[in-house]
């Protein structure tokens, strides 16, 4: 797997992994467990993260996927 970057949660309790070489986004618990995963038609190249519990994704088709990340629960809130 192609890891281009990584980012914590702002409360320690994920840690996402933006995928070039796999296309793609995953986020894993402080156990290492995968607890989200998306695949994108092209690499991801970087991650940010929010004190309030967002995450942005920033993919190579020229588009941001967007996120809310709190505890074990992650959701898609949209794209930009």
Known sequence: ???RRLAWS???S???A???GEHG???YDEQGAEIWRESFPG???NLA???DGKLAAAVAQGYVSLYEARGR???ATGRI
């Open 25 to 27: 986004l995953r986020v």
């Open 18 to 20: 933006c995928y070039a």
């Open 49 to 51: 993260t929010s004190a």
């Open 14 to 16: 994920a840690l996402a």
């Open 10 to 12: 702002a409360d320690g």
């Open 43 to 45: 690499a991801c190249f």
């Open 1 to 3: 797997a192609d890891i």
């Open 73 to 75: 629960q992650v959701r």
